[in-house]
């Protein structure tokens, strides 16, 4: 499989709970971006990161997010202390230089 | 302040018609601007993608027409089929990071 997934597909939680996502970008891309999508909206700029550096944060990045890509491969996005307005699709892509982005399918957080 | 502006929010088209959506940005940074299409639960899918030393680039039925001087871009669908029928964002990226901006949709619903 060559595109980029990402895990889990749905995640519920209890107010308050911590959550990960994991996201396994293209093998060959050097950059992976986070964005969230809420319903009728388009994706929001998250994070971005070329290889295992985190080059840019969104002021959406409250300080209960936080995103790693370990040695530059799979990245992580943590949410503490869940909310409800937490609720939405949670989307990452990667990139090479000259190639547009290849988004997962998301994972979709419910906040209850 | 929405960077990225995107009509109309929906369309209805007849099968085999034609199908334009329109965006309008304001940074004048801007040099890559690409179409997505989303089916529900996907991530979006890079559909065609076009920077600003070129007023129109085709790719089999879809055609992005860009307008400089108006900070304007379009993207019309020929021949429409049902398959079609997806939420469509345009999106506006500057520099190196291809951090990018996105309009707010468009569902496009085309009848059989």
């Known amino acids: 499989d060559t595109g980029v997934s990402q895990n889990p597909r749905h995640k519920i939680t209890k107010r308050g709970q911590n959550v990960t996502f994991r996201c396994d970008p293209i093998s060959e891309h050097n950059r992976l971006y986070w964005y969230r999508q809420t319903l009728g909206q388009g994706p929001e700029f998250l994070t971005y990161f070329q290889n295992e550096a985190q080059l840019e944060k969104s002021r959406l990045l409250s300080d209960r997010f936080s995103a790693e890509r370990p040695k530059g491969s799979f990245s992580t996005l943590e949410i503490q202390r869940t909310e409800q307005g937490d609720s939405a699709m949670y989307l990452c892509a990667s990139t090479s230089p000259l190639d547009g982005y290849t988004f997962g399918s998301g994972t979709r957080l419910t906040v209850v | 302040q929405q960077q990225v502006k995107q009509s109309p929010q929906s369309l209805i088209v007849q099968k085999g018609g034609i199908s334009i959506i329109n965006c309008a940005y304001e940074n004048t940074a801007f040099d890559y601007f690409p179409w997505y299409q989303q089916f529900p639960g996907k991530g979006p899918a890079l559909l065609i993608a076009i920077r600003p030393d070129v007023s129109e680039k085709k790719e089999g039925r879809f055609t992005i027409s860009f307008n400089k001087s108006a900070k304007q871009f379009s993207l019309h669908i020929m021949d429409s089929q049902p398959g079609d029928s997806a939420t469509y964002f345009c999106?506006?990226?500057?520099?190196?990071?291809?951090?990018?901006?996105w309009g707010l949709g468009t569902s496009l619903a085309v009848n059989p």
């Open positions: 999106a506006a990226g500057a520099g190196n990071n291809r951090k990018l901006i």
